[in-house]
T-cell receptor, first 116, second 114 residues
Framework: AQSVSQHNHHVILSEAASLELGCNYS??????LFWYVQYPGQHLQLLLK??????LVKGIKGFEAEFIKSKFSFNLRKPSVQWSDTAEYFC??????????????FGQGTTLQVKP | DGGITQSPKYLFRKEGQNVTLSCEQN?????MYWYRQDPGQGLRLIYY???????QKGDIAEGYSVSREKKESFPLTVTSAQKNPTAFYLC?????????????FGAGSRLTVL
């Protein structure tokens, strides 16, 4: 079965540190890739997405992610985190096929805690 | 203000009782989804519906039921058959246009079984 794996379950960083959250998926076909973020007490919202083209995608709030097809990975990065980045981050994959059901497969989530 | 409204935000239930979670959207989206969120497990798909009067089981449909009588509404019933219903439930919708497959989520409903 297809799956999405996030390597880090809980990450603690100090402000200004660099961030990289790992995401790998198991599916040999074409995929759409997403990172969602859930700030404390807020809706789950889209951070960035990759559909095609340039494998380095930029999202909101200075986040970016790189799709490496050969590694089945879509890691999330930010050069310098802020306290306001404290949240839970989810990687998600949509399998592209004949039926456009929109179903996403989510990773387990990574809780990021940024210390001021 | 367009979006997805879930209610109630918090719900307590005794074992053996069915409970229905509401999900309403005014985005005119065709497809709607129910996910369950548990710590350390991410989001798992319960049911989804691509059009009115049609819905499909997701990965963990056992113990749940849904209906889709109106485009804007997709209620989820957690039945007494669901073995471990305490969780955070998220409703989402999608306008299935090619290249624009982005889910919009509601604020969620937290169900606790006492």
């Amino acid at each position: 079965a297809q799956s999405v794996s996030q390597h880090n379950h809980h990450v603690i960083l100090s402000e200004a540190a660099s961030l990289e959250l790992g995401c790998n998926y198991s599916y040999g076909g074409t995929v759409n890739l997403f990172w969602y973020v859930q700030y404390p007490g807020q809706h789950l919202q889209l951070l960035l997405k990759y559909f095609s083209g340039d494998p380095l995608v930029k999202g909101i709030k200075g986040f970016e992610a790189e799709f490496i097809k050969s590694k089945f990975s879509f890691n999330l990065r930010k050069p310098s985190v802020q306290w306001s980045d404290t949240a839970e981050y989810f990687c998600a994959v949509k399998l592209r096929g004949s039926s456009n059901t929109g179903k996403l497969i989510f990773g387990q989530g990574t809780t990021l805690q940024v210390k001021p | 203000d367009g979006g997805i409204t879930q209610s109630p935000k918090y719900l307590f239930r005794k074992e053996g009782q069915n409970v229905t979670l509401s999900c309403e959207q005014n985005l005119n989206h065709d497809a709607m989804y129910w996910y369950r969120q548990d710590p350390g497990q991410g989001l798992r798909l319960i049911y989804y519906s691509q059009i009115v009067n049609d819905f499909q089981k997701g990965d963990i449909a056992e113990g749940y039921s849904v209906s889709r009588e109106k485009k804007e509404s997709f209620p989820l019933t957690v039945t007494s058959a669901q073995k471990n219903p305490t969780a955070f439930y998220l409703c989402a919708s999608l306008l299935p246009v090619a290249g624009a497959n982005v889910l919009t989520f509601g604020a969620g409903s937290r169900l606790t079984v006492l």
